[in-house]
């Protein structure tokens, strides 16, 4: 259930009226937008007379109960849109912000040369595995603590904020330094691990898992965002389907929905979704076309060498020649790269 207070209501009459509300057992999210401020109540409201509540506070405007389960990430409660800011990167509604890099660091010369590269082709965030989740015990597992060290080598030389895939809530002390927590597919519903990086105080990149519904998604972020962690980024990976030519299936519309439905953030991810290298800068231009706020895009120096998914890695000059096309393209949707 949300209220929806009048203009200019004093910050004591609030505090009031959430504290009211938090005797009597319920939990409460704040949120203040630029045309009004809410206050939605958590917990057991169906015995909540709205109507009574209007006529009785002299600072609600009105009131409607929120059906779905997800609140704190619903655009009901949270009109505008959420802006995270990383570093000299804004990720969010006006923006087109590109995250790049390899799957996987394999070495300081490896990833020090991709950072300097895609920086300058003009992407914002450095990305790099250096805990790898694989489906196979005996594929690369990554350089782990060792690639966070190098991820921040890069980081120190080209400035650039860096994201990293964290596994579980064990690892958090080595990803201190990093700048943006990536929970991946796997981990979507590690509620153990959504709740303690609910705990932080750090942007959190929330991947969909190959086999989950958009309402379970937010159900994720929702925890997250429960747990005081307002800087979730939403991001659409491909979801598995019955079509075997491509690694995964891109959902489009998911992007759409999310936009709708949540006023997080909304990147995807053309280089898991398809699997295949000549199809991540169609994808990328399709996803930039229905509203999402960024992609992250897999590049390496030498994909044919690559350790870890280099099918659908880019190399650096094709990246630099899908900057180039989507910087075009940002300009005729309004976005900012």
């Known amino acids: 259930m ?13 505090d009031t009226f959430i504290m009211g509300w938090e005797q009597k057992g319920f939990s409460t999210i704040l949120s203040v937008g630029t045309e009004h401020t809410a206050v939605c109540l958590i917990g057991n409201t169906a015995e909540i ?71 300058n ?110 800087q979730v980024i939403l991001c659409e990976r491909g979801i598995r389907s019955f079509e075997t030519m491509t690694r995964n299936t891109l959902d489009l519309s998911a992007v759409v929905l999310l936009k709708q439905k949540s006023h997080l953030p909304v990147i995807a991810d053309p280089s898991h979704a398809s699997g295949i290298r000549s199809l991540v800068p169609p994808l990328a231009k399709a996803i930039l076309a229905v509203g999402a706020d960024g992609i992250m895009v897999e590049t390496h120096n030498n994909p044919a060498k690559a350790l870890c998914d280099g099918a659908q890695s880019l190399d650096l000059e094709q990246f630099h020649t899908l900057m180039e096309d989507l910087r075009k393209r940002a300009a005729m949707e309004d976005k900012q790269l």
Request: charge should be neutral.
């Open 121 to 230: 082709s003009g992407a914002k965030i450095l990305r790099g595995g250096a805990f790898k989740p694989r489906t196979s015990p005996y594929a690369f597992q990554g350089k782990q603590a060792e690639g966070l060290a190098m991820l921040r080598l890069a980081k120190k030389e080209t400035g650039l904020p860096i994201v990293s895939e964290i596994m579980n809530q064990t690892q958090l002390d080595l990803f201190e330094d990093v700048d943006i927590l990536q929970i991946g597919a796997r981990n979507m519903q590690n509620f153990d691990l959504l709740k303690a990086v609910g705990g932080l105080k750090k942007p959190v990149l929330l991947k969909r898992g190959l086999a989950n519904t958009i309402e379970e998604l937010l159900m994720s972020a929702e925890y997250i965002v429960a747990a005081g962690n307002e």
């Open 49 to 119: 007379d709205v109507d009574h509540v209007v006529e009785t506070s002299d600072i609600v405007s009105y009131g409607k109960r929120i059906t779905e389960q997800y609140k704190a990430v619903n655009r009901t409660v949270h009109e505008d849109s959420t802006v995270i800011r990383v570093g000299d990167a804004r990720i969010g509604e006006g923006f087109f912000t590109v995250i790049s890099g390899p799957c996987s660091v394999e070495s300081e010369e490896q990833i020090c040369k991709i950072a300097r590269s895609v920086k």
């Open 2 to 14: 949300v209220f929806i207070l009048k203009p200019d209501v004093a910050k004591e009459k609030i």
